[in-house]
């Protein structure tokens, strides 16, 4: 089953937005109360900002970076799969994502392998995201 409409225009924005280099305006594509699992990291980030910085700063990270396939289970979910480069480390990995009845993307899930690229990955996304995630004096 296809992705309902909405749904397929959002994603189309976002293959445009990737293909761009530039996911400034991703945010838009996103609800409110987005939930962005990382997989570096063991506890969700929520809020359509937080997710933003996330997505622009791994695209960021990221050389070579190719969408491949997909896979559909659905109106409303998709999964990607990609590869690319971290500091000189091959890496695969999914994006699993789940759009709201608007079409907006309302979870967004990802999971690489090898480790070695993983780790390469939250090495640099710590490096990257950390000042934004430390508490506020």
């Known amino acids: 089953m296809p992705l309902h409409a909405k749904a397929e225009q959002t994603l189309r924005r976002w293959h445009e937005m990737v293909a761009a280099q530039d996911l400034g305006q991703v945010a838009t594509l996103c609800t409110r109360d987005i939930v962005f699992r990382s997989p570096v990291a063991f506890a969700p980030y929520q809020g359509a900002e937080l997710v933003a910085a996330f997505l622009q700063q791994a695209l960021q990270t990221f050389d070579d970076f190719r969408y491949h396939r997909n896979f559909g289970d659905g109106e409303q979910s998709i999964v990607l799969e990609f590869s690319a480069k971290v500091a000189g480390k091959e890496l695969k990995g999914i994006d699993m994502i789940r759009f709201d009845e608007q079409g907006l993307m309302a979870e967004f899930e990802v999971m690489v392998r090898p480790a070695t690229g993983l780790q390469a990955l ?15 004096p």
């Open 122 to 136: 939250g090495t640099e996304m710590a490096r990257r995201m950390g000042p934004l995630l430390a508490p506020k």
